[in-house]
T-cell receptor, first 112, second 112 residues
Framework: QKEVEQNSGPLSVPEGAIASLNCTYSDRGSQSFFWYRQYSGKSPELIMSIYSNGDKEDGRFTAQLNKASQYVSLLIRDSQPSDSATYLCAVNRPSNTGKLIFGQGTTLQVKP | DVKVTQSSRYLVKRTGEKVFLECVQDMDHENMFWYRQDPGLGLRLIYFSYDVKMKEKGDIPEGYSVSREKKERFSLILESASTNQTSMYLC???????????FGSGTRLTVV
């Protein structure tokens, strides 16, 4: 089992719809969770971080965390073609180093 | 905003050459990381550093070394470049455990 799992996609949604991206992780001790957006040929950009159960909203983005189910998700409301990118989920490894473990990423396509 | 600067955006080197990839961050971050990213393989950690003159191997350190003589600079060295080291190399830094990483813009290295 991979430490951080994401569906590779592509996930295709029409413009204006809600895009839902999901991520599961294996280590129950993980405390920090992050979502990165990566455009083709560019480096990953941190867009959301979440540390406690529940929802965290930032503009059109909402991160959701459920530690009991070991599940973190990212919702993008009113999706725009400019949201088309690969979204990487990252989870800290609960060790003295606290390194982030990255999922393989989900490719999102928002169609006009 | 934290800035992580990688010295070259594109680099072409010959097999057997010694290659230096430089990374500088300007926000006094403690932790720095080197990744490579290849299609289908995701982000793979090469080396990381939690303090000046400190380094630890990541998941794929073979063929690489690093240097961190000053807090703001973390260099990746390919001792003898090979074609299988053709990749996108990403440097990242973070303030401390529990924080997300900030990535540089990446260096696309081609070894011919």
């Amino acid at each position: 089992q991979k430490e951080v799992e994401q569906n590779s996609g592509p996930l295709s949604v029409p413009e204006g719809a809600i895009a839902s991206l999901n991520c599961t992780y294996s280590d129950r001790g993980s405390q920090s969770f992050f979502w990165y957006r990566q455009y083709s040929g560019k480096s990953p950009e941190l867009i959301m971080s979440i540390y406690s159960n529940g929802d965290k909203e930032d503009g059109r983005f909402t991160a959701q965390l459920n530690k009991a189910s070991q599940y973190v998700s990212l919702l993008i409301r009113d999706s725009q073609p400019s949201d088309s990118a690969t979204y990487l989920c990252a989870v800290n490894r609960p060790s003295n180093t606290g390194k982030l473990i990255f999922g393989q990423g989900t490719t999102l396509q928002v169609k006009p | 905003d934290v800035k992580v600067t990688q010295s070259s955006r594109y680099l072409v080197k010959r097999t057997g050459e010694k290659v230096f990839l430089e990374c500088v961050q300007d926000m006094d971050h403690e932790n720095m990381f080197w990744y490579r990213q290849d299609p289908g393989l995701g982000l793979r950690l090469i080396y990381f550093s939690y303090d000046v003159k400190m380094k630890e191997k990541g998941d794929i350190p073979e063929g690489y070394s690093v240097s961190r003589e000053k807090k703001e600079r973390f260099s990746l060295i390919l001792e003898s470049a090979s074609t299988n080291q053709t990749s996108m190399y990403l440097c990242a830094s973070r303030k401390d455990r529990g924080y997300g990483y900030t990535f540089g813009s990446g260096t696309r290295l081609t070894v011919v």
